[in-house]
């Protein structure tokens, strides 16, 4: 059962490094507004990944096929989440060069990453693909430690992510520089997003 737990862990560790909106979300705000934000960001990611992971080891595939059923119509919603999200962003960065704000507190960085985690598409691609490797059981604590391993894999990475931005933040000269960052995690997003509603159908 250790091998179990190990394999939950190191799909965990591959969810979060896959480069995508998530990753790019949480390095840009890493180099935003600094390592605790961006760990904040990793962590809410996490927890959806847990949850996620959770729902999936209890229900099995029956979920999962479920959902697919509705794939095109999810992954077109999750689209137009992205681009949402990354519309926001930009005109976030345009308003606050207008009128400078106070910076928000780095504990706000963690919903918004948990529920784009929860919508991203690619989460539940990548569920659906692990779901039959992994022991599913009626032991809920079995299942439990699964979805805990998993976690704590997808926890490491995203905080590594994290710390990669705020040291790339650290490392830049002054706000512009990252304001730029965090523009270029934006479009990516955007990019994401666009790209996943001209391939929902």
């Known amino acids: 059962m ?15 490094g896959a480069i995508g909106p998530i990753a790019l979300l949480i390095f840009g705000t890493g180099a935003r507004q600094g390592f605790g934000a961006g760990a ?3 962590l809410g990611a996490a927890l959806a990944d847990f949850l996620y992971a959770l729902g999936a080891f209890l229900a099995g595939a029956i979920l999962l096929q479920l959902l697919a059923a509705h794939e095109p119509a999810i992954r077109a919603g999750c689209a137009l989440l992205l681009i ?26 963690f919903l918004p990453t948990f529920l784009l985690t929860i ?25 439990a430690g699964l979805a805990l391993a998993l976690a704590s894999g997808s926890a490491a990475v995203n905080v590594a992510i994290a710390g990669a931005g705020a040291a790339l933040g650290k490392a830049l000269p002054g706000e512009r520089p990252r304001r730029a ?21």
């Open 119 to 143: 919508a991203n598409p690619m989460t539940f691609v990548m569920f659906a693909g692990i779901v039959p490797q992994l022991p599913v059981t009626s032991s809920l604590a079995l299942t």
């Open 40 to 42: 904040l960001a990793g």
């Open 2 to 16: 250790a091998g179990a737990i190990w394999k939950a862990f190191v799909f965990g560790a591959l969810v979060a």
């Open 181 to 201: 960052v965090s523009a270029a995690a934006a479009l990516g997003i955007l990019a994401f997003g666009i790209a996943g509603l001209l391939t929902a159908f």
């Open 84 to 109: 949402g999200l990354g519309a926001v962003m930009l005109v976030g960065l345009l308003t606050e060069h207008a009128t400078p704000q106070a910076a928000r507190p780095a504990a706000h960085a």
